[in-house]
């Protein structure tokens, strides 16, 4: 009984470090295809998004299997408790990777690359992304809260990328369909960014038993 | 052991304990009740021969508790009984002892009484006058006999057990404890119950086959490791799980884990979804390759199922560094693509031009110019060609002629050949050193040394100076061209040396030469086991020295 138990459980880690790896290859793409403007890559990207929702119902039925059948306490308890909540957040990563997927042929080969603070912000996401997997796998601590740490870099990079955007408009520099648009990725990447830090902080929660946001 | 031991003496020893009681009591109780009547009998005819010389008044005076005296009349009727009241008395004429006194002068019996806790004894024998003389005593039957001594039984049964639990203990252990110091790693140097002897001859046999086969494993894995963790490529083993069963040392620096993953799951050291589906698909049992780039290198990962008997057991992954490979391939087919390009430029050109004067298009005083273009365009491309030829042979690695060659010689003819396209741009040319002599092509030197002028020339100042200098240093002759020109900046200097690199792509032309003249120096230097050394400063100069 016990090891049938044991058993499901590295069942459900193993998907979910799939499910993770997913997300990161998901958002890795994305940022590619919209740097280097590749619409191909965009629409590759976008069609790659179903798996993770996939994936996401698998992982659930294996927690609340794993409640049902084997009523687990402590740890136990908290990592499934956890997984359930990091999926909603993986899930809603991949869906915003696809907003920006959907985005990118409207750009018309412009890539919003010319902004620094854009780049940095796509750039920083997928790496806080990346990293909040990494912390899952190694279950380090360390790691989950140094993502919460870039958090802050993308936010400030959204405001001043905001503001940027707004000059040009209200200057008519740019035209105004584009500035939306980038406008709109980066609040996606900085919704992404923030699912990351709360991916971290399941992390933290399943390992030391104290959620960040209690 | 012990506990089987202990047991089987314990009970052994209860079953003999009661055994023996029961049989000595019911032999004491048999011979008692012999004797008993026995003297019933002795006592009976004493009694009897008094009571026929006296009459029954002898038992006026008689006084026995012990035994009890009953004299019947022939028709039943009891005359007399010591105990009782002999008038109150039934008829016993249908008693047995007495009926057989009747008949034939003694009579026995023994009859329980009514509570059966007692028996009686009954002798009976017919007196002179043909009454019946009775004597009879009560004693306690064997079932109440051993009631009765129950406690003294219990006790000594009791007593007996404990006595039997403390000895059988000791004994038992007594027993085992040899066993229990059996030194079972050195089997054959125990010296216990000879019973054992075959089978620790067994087990020394058996450990001495354990450890040689253990050693022969321990060997083989050794062996498995020394080699696999030697190798260049990264070997990965998994169980159909998905844990890793072992991983080499390039594995782990391609993977970039640094602790022992052996027995993790392989989804910790790589969770890439290429990776993940390359190993299920390996799990069921199908073969899967890839290529991609890791930290700057390029790999190949190539992933299979280990079979045996039809059954994925696990899964192999080889990771081959192909950065190499990679950069060889892009290097060629950029070749073949300049190639191509530095082919068609002058052909272009020469068409270009050759149409013009084929459709009477050019002024008749600028025909000469156009011509002369032609032909220039047709010389380029012979020089072109012939780089290419030679730079094939180089390639080929097919073995020319070799000579001892005098350098100092080689390098004044490459002087003299140079002179005029030196004189043009203003340089002037200079020998330094004494002769040295090598052994080796002379062609081939004499490319080298023509090559690296050519160049110090064509990319030199106006009014700056090539010198070449052929001298020895540490024992080694070597070969150096120096020039005071534009020099070459460190981004460029790891690519002259291949085909066809420009560091001015745009001003190719002018400067005139095909790009392959230090692709040429680079193959010939290496054909003689040489080395190539640049030292450049962009303005100042560059220093070309080989040392062969």
Redesign the interface.
């Known amino acids: 009984m016990r090891s049938r138990f044991d058993e499901q459980l590295s069942l459900l880690n193993k998907k979910m470090i799939e499910m993770g790896a997913e997300c990161e290859e998901l958002i890795a793409l994305v940022a590619k295809a919209l740097l280097n403007g590749d619409v191909e890559g965009a629409r590759k990207a976008k069609e790659q998004g179903h798996i993770i929702d996939q994936m996401e119902r698998e992982v659930e039925a294996i927690c609340l299997k794993l409640l049902l059948q084997q009523q687990p306490v402590a740890k136990d308890l908290r990592v499934i408790s956890a997984a359930l909540k990091m999926i909603t957040d993986m899930e809603r990563i991949g869906d915003q990777a696809e907003d920006i997927a959907e985005i990118i042929p409207f750009l018309d080969g412009r890539t919003g690359a010319e902004f620094t603070d854009f780049k940095l912000m796509a750039e920083t996401t997928c790496k806080m992304v990346t990293d909040s997997i990494d912390a899952y796998v190694k279950q380090n601590v360390d790691l989950a809260k140094a993502v919460a740490e870039h958090d802050d870099v993308v936010d400030d990079a959204f405001v001043r990328m905001k503001n940027m955007l707004i000059k040009l408009i209200s200057e008519n520099k740019a035209d105004g369909e584009y500035a939306v648009d980038l406008l709109m990725i980066a609040k996606y990447f900085e919704r992404i960014g923030d699912h990351a830090v709360n991916i971290a902080e399941w992390v933290e929660f399943s390992v030391i038993g104290v959620h960040k946001g209690a | 052991m012990t506990k089987k031991i202990f047991h089987s003496i314990f009970i052994v020893a209860l079953v003999i304990l009661l055994a023996s009681i029961g049989i000595a009591t019911s032999f004491l109780y048999e011979y008692y009740n012999d004797s008993q009547q026995k003297q019933l009998k002795a006592e009976l005819s004493l009694v009897a021969d008094t009571v026929n010389k006296v009459g029954i008044e002898y038992f006026e005076n008689f006084d026995s508790t012990v035994f009890r005296f009953t004299v019947v009349y022939t028709d039943g009727t009891v005359l007399y009984d010591t105990q009782a009241n002999a008038s109150e008395m039934e008829n016993h004429a249908d008693r047995e002892e007495i009926v057989e006194a009747f008949q034939n002068g003694t009579g026995s019996s023994a009859r329980n009484s009514s509570t059966f806790s007692k028996k009686t004894f009954y002798e009976a024998v017919r007196l002179e006058n043909g009454d019946v003389l009775r004597i009879s005593i009560s004693q306690l039957t064997i079932g109440a006999l051993i009631l009765g001594m129950l406690p003294a039984i219990c006790a000594i049964i009791l007593i007996s057990a404990v006595v039997a639990i403390v000895l059988s203990h000791a004994m038992a252990k007594k027993v085992t404890e040899p066993l229990m110091q059996l030194d079972l790693e050195n089997p054959s140097e125990n010296s216990t119950y000879e019973e054992l002897t075959p089978i620790l001859t067994k087990v020394h046999k058996q450990h001495k086959e354990i450890k040689s086969q253990m050693e022969t494993l321990r060997r083989k894995s050794d062996e498995f490791e020394q080699i696999v963790s030697s190798m260049n490529e990264g070997l990965v083993l998994i169980d159909e799980h998905?844990m890793v069963l072992s991983m080499n040392t390039a594995a782990k620096n391609i993977f970039a884990v640094k602790n022992d993953v052996k027995g993790s799951?392989f989804?910790?050291v790589d969770?890439?979804?290429k990776m993940?589906k390359a190993i299920w698909n390996a799990l069921d049992g199908n073969h899967s390759e890839y290529i991609e780039e890791r930290s700057g290198s390029e790999y190949q990962f190539t992933i299979n199922p280990i079979e045996s008997d039809g059954k994925v057991l696990g899964v192999v992954i080889l990771v081959f560094d192909i950065s190499d490979r990679a950069f060889a391939e892009r290097n060629r087919q950029e070749f073949t693509a300049n190639v191509t390009h530095e082919l068609k430029t002058p052909l272009q050109s020469i068409i270009g031009s050759a149409e013009l004067l084929e459709n009477g298009l050019v002024k008749p005083e600028d025909t000469s110019r156009f011509v002369s273009n032609i032909r220039k365009e047709a010389t380029r491309l012979v020089s072109l060609i012939n780089d290419i030829i030679r730079l094939s042979q180089l390639d080929d690695n097919n073995e020319p002629a070799t000579e001892t060659v005098e350098l100092t010689e080689v390098a004044k003819e490459v002087i003299e050949v140079l002179t005029i396209s030196a004189a043009k741009r203003n340089v002037t040319l200079s020998l330094e050193g004494e002769p040295q002599t090598i052994f080796g092509v002379r062609r081939y030197i004499y490319e080298i040394i023509y090559n690296l002028c050519d160049n110090a020339i064509r990319y030199n100042v106006d009014g700056g100076t090539v010198t070449i200098v052929i001298g020895k240093e540490n024992s080694r002759v070597i070969v150096s061209v120096k020039d005071t020109g534009i020099g070459i900046a460190p981004e460029h200097q790891s690519r002259i040396f291949e085909r066809f690199y420009r560091v001015d792509k745009s001003h190719s032309k002018e400067t005139g030469g095909t790009g392959l003249g230090l692709s040429i120096v680079k193959h010939a230097v290496q054909y003689h086991g040489g080395k190539l050394v640049l030292d450049s400063e962009v303005g100042k100069g560059t220093t070309v020295k080989i040392v062969f």
């Open positions: 998905g799951d989804l910790l969770r890439t979804v993940s």
